[in-house]
């Protein structure tokens, strides 16, 4: 068992991963990462794909929403299109986030609370539309993360 901040976690975490953020790019950057450290694409998702999709601007449908590239014989980086017309901003530095995946619902969330102590919500624990319980906070540290956990089907 793990006491953050006086909550406990009784499994803290199944994966971490590092989450990149790109200002449109990102499939070109996925496409580079991929030839310098090898692997496979297990998800690729553009914004056309998910609920709403159809109402943006066709260039932006084509951008990623989520894309995986499973490194060979490593982790898996996770990557994402920041898009302008949605209020998002990069700073470079800023433009990542540690993707934790935790066991539970209830874990997700009492990590959540933790991190979120004295930090800055982004995105409130919710259920998504992919399947998941998933946030997104700056701890006081101004470290970003993204707390996950996916429902088993």
């Known amino acids: 068992m793990t006491i953050i901040l006086g909550y406990k976690i009784k499994q803290p975490m199944l994966e971490i991963n590092p989450y990149l953020h790109f200002m449109g790019n990102t499939g070109e950057a996925m496409n580079y990462y991929k030839s310098v450290f090898g692997g496979e694409f297990t998800i690729s998702q553009r914004y056309k794909d998910v609920p709403g999709g159809e ?4 260039e932006e449908q084509e951008k990623f929403i989520h894309i995986s590239l499973k490194m060979k014989n490593g982790p898996t980086i996770m990557a994402t299109d920041a898009l302008e017309s949605m209020g998002q901003k990069l700073t470079s530095g800023d433009n990542f986030h540690i993707c934790i995946h935790m066991e539970s619902e209830a874990d997700a969330e009492k990590a959540f609370e933790a991190l979120s102590v004295r930090g800055k919500v982004h ?31």
């Open 123 to 153: 995105m409130p624990m919710n259920r998504t539309f992919w399947g998941a319980y998933f946030g997104m906070c700056r701890d006081q540290f101004g470290i970003q993360w993204m707390i996950n956990h996916t429902y088993v089907k």
């Open 55 to 58: 109402k943006m601007r066709p």
